[in-house]
T-cell receptor
Framework: KNQVEQSPQSLIILEGKNCTLQ??????????LRWYKQDTGRGPVSLTI?????NTKSNGRYTATLDADTKQSSLHITASQLSDSASYIC???????????FGAGTTVTVRA | DTAVSQTPKYLVTQMGNDKSIKCEQN?????MYWYKQDSKKFLKIMFS???????INETVPNRFSPKSPDKAHLNLHINSLELGDSAVYFC??????????????FGPGTRLTVL
C-alpha cells in the first residue's frame, strides 16, 4: 500500500474557481512534504515545501497547508487559470532516509 | 541554458533491443536520479547517484544499468527491452542527498515505446 495517498484522482473546475487537493501520508518519521506541478509532457516542478513546524505556505495562487499531527496536507488553488491544468504530486521525505514517497497525483483540468 | 536535459525525447524500439538514455545537468548538483512514470502517471524512483556513487537502487531488473561518468551526467542503459518497459523516464537532479526532500529539478522526460 502506498504511503502517500492523494485525492481526488482527478477533478474538473471552471476558470476562476477555487479547488483543494488532499494528500494523506503514513510515512514516519516525517521530514518534509513537497508539492510538485507536472504539466502535460513536462517534468514536475516544485511548488512549495512544508517542514514539520510549518502550517501554511503560499506561492502565488497556490497555498499549501500541513497538519503533522493528522498527517494531512492540502494544496489550495485560488482563482484558477487555464495554465493550472496539470497533475499535482505530493512527495513526502522520511526523517533520516534518502528515500522519498510519492503520491499518485491529482489531475486538475481547468475549463474556460 | 537548460538545467536538466535528456536525450532522446522519444524512443521507439523493438522488444529485445538494447537502448540508452542520456541525462546531463548544468546546475552543479551533486545528486542525480532516474524515475519511471507509468501510464497511470505514478512516478517511481529507480536509481540515485550522489557524487557518482550509487545510493538508491530500487527493485529494478538488472537489465537496467545506470552509469555516471561524472557528477553532471547520469545515463541509463536498458538491455533486452520488454513491452513492460514502455513508459516515460525522467532524470532529475538535486543540490545534495541531504537534507532529505531537497528540491529536485526534472528533465523533460524520454517517452520509451517498446513494440
Amino acid at each position: 500500500k502506498n504511503q502517500v495517498e492523494q485525492s481526488p484522482q482527478s477533478l474538473i473546475i471552471l476558470e476562476g474557481k477555487n479547488c483543494t487537493l488532499q494528500c494523506n501520508y503514513t510515512v514516519s518519521p516525517f521530514s518534509n512534504l513537497r508539492w510538485y506541478k507536472q504539466d502535460t509532457g513536462r517534468g514536475p516542478v516544485s511548488l512549495t515545501i512544508m517542514t514539520f513546524s510549518e502550517n501554511t505556505k503560499s506561492n502565488g495562487r497556490y497555498t499549501a497547508t500541513l497538519d503533522a499531527d493528522t498527517k494531512q496536507s492540502s494544496l489550495h488553488i485560488t482563482a484558477s487559470q487555464l495554465s493550472d491544468s496539470a497533475s499535482y504530486i505530493c512527495v513526502v521525505s522520511v526523517g533520516d532516509d534518502y528515500k522519498l514517497s510519492f503520491g499518485a497525483g491529482t489531475t486538475v483540468t481547468v475549463r474556460a | 541554458d537548460t538545467a536538466v536535459s535528456q536525450t532522446p525525447k522519444y524512443l521507439v524500439t523493438q522488444m529485445g533491443n538494447d537502448k540508452s538514455i542520456k541525462c546531463e545537468q548544468n546546475l552543479g548538483h551533486d545528486t542525480m536520479y532516474w524515475y519511471k512514470q507509468d501510464s497511470k502517471k505514478f512516478l517511481k524512483i529507480m536509481f540515485s547517484y550522489n557524487n557518482k556513487e550509487l545510493i538508491i537502487n530500487e527493485t529494478v531488473p538488472n537489465r537496467f544499468s545506470p552509469k555516471s561518468p561524472d557528477k553532471a551526467h547520469l545515463n541509463l542503459h536498458i538491455n533486452s527491452l520488454e513491452l513492460g518497459d514502455s513508459a516515460v523516464y525522467f532524470c532529475a537532479s538535486s543540490q545534495s542527498i541531504s537534507p532529505p526532500g531537497d528540491e529536485q529539478f526534472f528533465g523533460p522526460g524520454t517517452r520509451l515505446t517498446v513494440l
